[in-house]
């Protein structure tokens, strides 16, 4: 876990602020107006709030951002005790925003964050406004997810590195040890962008996993997916409805090894036939740290809009 004060350089300068309501301390950035609309991010994997700080230091002006560790990432603690699944981190969720009670809430997700978002959208529908969907799928449902699921995994070498990994043993020993390895790993999902690797970037995602034991949740995570642990939440019919009405923004950076648009844009507009979809050329899965300016803008626009 990252000291609470750690800046990484004045990169992330954001108050920290703390919950227990998830059962574990659970770090959290809350930015912007305190009357302001509710934009809520969540990160994916191994990634922390960090992701956002471009996008939190552009929307805070106007919106209040708040930016939430899932448990086992960045400030946040990482317990023992507990499992890591993706069930798990929607009922974190769940927690967290009940307890701020957080309504009106556009949600922005990367990578697992689409499925955790959309996991607490199918149990609270009516706190949601809008819809943000960056490189991050938005499983609701759809009855081709499965199948969607496992034709990406063919052709995503991260996907195939886990499937081999968990058979051969060395799932546990890499992700373990992700803070000496974290930049291969980031390398491995994709990003585009060589010119934003320094001292300091790379510090600032390896050290949630400064030892084994800060790994259980990149683990988990992964362990997941080889071990079919991971169960996504099913809207009621009345939930889908109401979801389905909400603005969407789907942003896609087209260099994505590891979530391919082809596989994972149809569930978008499967839901939301009316979203508007972003492709961006040359962009990689960390789409926020390859085009920070750009999608910063594409999204203060789409709120603006809507």
Same mark, same amino acid.
């Given at each position: 876990m990252i000291p609470s004060d750690a800046t990484f350089a004045g990169t992330f300068p954001f108050a920290p602020r703390f919950t227990e309501a998830p059962g574990f301390r659970m770090h959290y950035v809350d930015e912007g107006p305190r009357d302001g609309e509710v934009v809520l991010c969540l990160h994916g994997e191994p990634t922390w709030g960090y992701l956002f700080r471009h996008l939190i230091s552009t929307l805070s002006r106007t919106y209040r951002v708040v930016v939430p560790d899932h448990m086992g990432f960045g400030k946040s603690e990482t317990p023992a005790g507990r499992s890591y699944w993706?069930?798990?981190h929607? %009922?974190?969720?769940?927690? *967290?925003?009940?307890?701020? !009670?957080?309504? #009106?809430?556009?949600?922005?997700?990367?990578? /697992?964050?689409?499925?955790?978002?959309?996991?607490?959208?199918?149990?609270?529908p009516d706190r949601i406004r809008r819809i943000v969907s960056a490189n991050g799928p938005t499983p609701f449902g759809q009855p081709d997810l499965f199948d969607r699921?496992?034709?990406?995994?063919?052709?995503?070498?991260?996907?195939?590195?886990?499937?081999?990994?968990?058979?051969?043993g060395t799932l546990e020993p890499?992700?373990?040890?992700l803070g000496f390895n974290i930049l291969s790993t980031l390398k491995l999902n994709g990003f585009e962008n060589n010119a934003i690797i320094?001292?300091?970037?790379?510090? %600032?995602?390896?050290?949630? *996993?400064?030892?084994?034991? !800060?790994?259980? #949740?990149?683990?988990?995570?992964?362990?997941? /997916?080889?071990n079919d642990a991971h169960r996504f939440e099913t809207p009621t019919p009345a939930a889908d409805r109401t979801i389905r009405d909400k603005p969407a923004l789907a942003i896609w950076g087209e260099a994505d090894r590891t979530l391919h648009a082809g596989h994972f844009l149809p569930l978008f507009?499967?839901?939301?036939?009316?979203?508007?979809?972003?492709?961006?050329?040359?962009?990689?899965?960390?789409c926020f740290e390859d085009a920070p300016d750009a999608i910063s803008e594409l999204i203060s626009d789409f709120l603006r809009r809507t």
């Open positions: 993706l069930q798990d929607v %009922a974190n969720l769940e927690a *967290f925003v009940l307890a701020l !009670d957080l309504t #009106g809430i556009t949600l922005v997700m990367h990578d /697992f964050g689409g499925p955790v978002g959309m996991g607490f959208a199918a149990r609270h699921l496992v034709a990406n995994a063919a052709v995503s070498p991260w996907f195939q590195w886990i499937a081999r990994a968990a058979a051969d890499v992700l373990g040890n320094t001292d300091t970037w790379i510090d %600032a995602y390896g050290a949630p *996993f400064a030892t084994q034991a !800060d790994c259980l #949740g990149a683990l988990g995570w992964a362990r997941g /997916f080889a507009s499967a839901i939301f036939p009316s979203g508007h979809i972003e492709r961006l050329a040359g962009v990689g899965h960390y």
